[in-house]
């Protein structure tokens, strides 16, 4: 890996925006060399329209999905799971954020919901930020075509990265949950899936990160049983239907949080890729 220097190699007065900006960029020019959109309907969209946005659809306004964001109970261990297990690279950290205006900006829906239900914020994880008994610290990693924010929330007297979380994690992290969400990961074509799980649990368990379990694709009612199945039940490959070509498994990371990995072949590659190609002719007309 590049050195914490040369990761956050950002010209002097460049600011946080300006910087995300660029990955956003960055990450689409990823999509485009990774084949999951057409050159020729990047192409057709222009660089700059002379319809005022501000009064168009929301759609029009958008660039895509700029990244996702996990909170993490260790840092330091999310971080290395993301850069040296999977292999992203740092865009940037920043942290020890605290004050009136970031707990404003990010807890005011929580606050409220505790004014109403006239209960103590911290027993519905509101950190207080604005006193700055807690902190914010952040770090972006960059894929392909995505970019990962992980997020930690620490008592001041905590030390950054290496610190306790402020809050326990949730104990039960079902993907049926309403408002669950988790990170897909999309691997290349021509990977070995099975092998793919297999090297991902044996490279986390040797950093003992022993929480990185993937699911398999027949019935397992132990851990043992799990650990003991064939490496071809280390993915749901669909071969009928609308998603024939696609193939899948659950997995949780090293935080506990809900992973997916997929590989999508012909032909349903081509029903995302036609999908994709409307969507850029659509936002052409911006």
Same mark, same amino acid.
């Given at each position: 890996?590049?050195?914490?220097?040369?990761?956050?190699?950002?010209?002097?007065?460049?600011?946080?925006?300006?910087?995300?900006?660029?990955?956003?960029?960055?990450?689409?020019?990823?999509?485009?060399?990774?084949?999951?959109?057409?050159?020729?309907? %990047?192409?057709?969209?222009?660089?700059?329209?002379?319809?005022?946005?501000?009064?168009?659809?929301?759609?029009?306004r958008l660039q895509g999905v700029q990244h996702f964001g996990l909170t993490v109970h260790n840092m330091d261990r999310a971080f290395e799971f993301y850069t040296e297990v999977l292999g992203g690279t740092e865009v940037m950290r920043d942290g020890d954020f605290h004050g009136d205006k970031i707990q404003n900006t990010i807890m005011a829906d929580q606050e409220i919901l505790a004014n109403e239900e006239k209960?103590?914020?911290?027993?519905?994880?509101?950190?207080?930020?604005?006193?700055? *008994?807690?902190?914010?610290?952040?770090?972006?990693?960059?894929?392909?075509?995505?970019?990962?924010? %992980?997020? &930690?929330?620490? *008592?001041?007297?905590?030390?950054?990265?290496?610190?306790?979380?402020?809050?326990?994690?949730? *104990?039960?992290?079902?993907?049926?949950?309403?408002?669950?969400?988790?990170?897909?990961?999309?691997?290349?074509?021509?990977?070995?899936?099975?092998?793919?799980?297999?090297?991902?649990?044996?490279?986390?368990?040797?950093?003992?990160?022993? &929480?990185?379990? =993937?699911?398999?694709?027949?019935?397992?009612?132990?851990?043992?049983?799990?650990?003991? =199945?064939?490496?071809?039940?280390?993915?749901?490959?669909?071969?009928?239907?609308?998603?024939?070509?696609?193939?899948?498994?659950?997995?949780?990371?090293?935080?506990?949080?809900?992973?997916?990995?997929?590989? =999508? %072949?012909?032909?349903?590659?081509?029903?995302?890729?036609?999908?994709?190609?409307?969507?850029?002719?659509?936002?052409?007309?911006?």
């Amino acid at each position: 890996m590049a050195s914490e220097d040369e990761q956050q190699d950002v010209p002097a007065g460049t600011s946080r925006r300006e910087v995300m900006r660029t990955i956003g960029a960055a990450t689409l020019a990823g999509i485009v060399s990774a084949g999951g959109v057409s050159e020729s309907a %990047l192409a057709a969209t222009p660089a700059s329209s002379t319809r005022n946005r501000d009064n168009g659809p929301l759609a029009f306004r958008l660039q895509g999905v700029q990244h996702f964001g996990l909170t993490v109970h260790n840092m330091d261990r999310a971080f290395e799971f993301y850069t040296e297990v999977l292999g992203g690279t740092e865009v940037m950290r920043d942290g020890d954020f605290h004050g009136d205006k970031i707990q404003n900006t990010i807890m005011a829906d929580q606050e409220i919901l505790a004014n109403e239900e006239k209960v103590d914020p911290r027993t519905i994880g509101v950190p207080d930020l604005r006193e700055g *008994d807690q902190r914010l610290d952040v770090r972006f990693v960059a894929f392909d075509n995505v970019v990962i924010e %992980l997020l &930690q929330y620490r *008592d001041a007297t905590q030390p950054q990265g290496t610190g306790d979380s402020w809050a326990e994690p949730r *104990d039960h992290m079902s993907p049926a949950y309403p408002r669950s969400m988790h990170i897909c990961f999309y691997i290349r074509d021509d990977v070995n899936f099975n092998k793919f799980i297999a090297d991902l649990e044996a490279e986390s368990a040797r950093r003992g990160m022993t &929480q990185v379990r =993937a699911n398999r694709t027949i019935r397992v009612q132990t851990e043992q049983e799990r650990k003991s =199945a064939p490496i071809t039940a280390n993915t749901n490959k669909i071969t009928e239907g609308k998603s024939n070509g696609w193939s899948l498994i659950y997995c949780k990371g090293p935080e506990g949080e809900q992973l997916e990995f997929v590989q =999508a %072949l012909a032909p349903v590659k081509q029903v995302f890729d036609h999908a994709y190609e409307t969507h850029h002719r659509k936002m052409a007309g911006a």
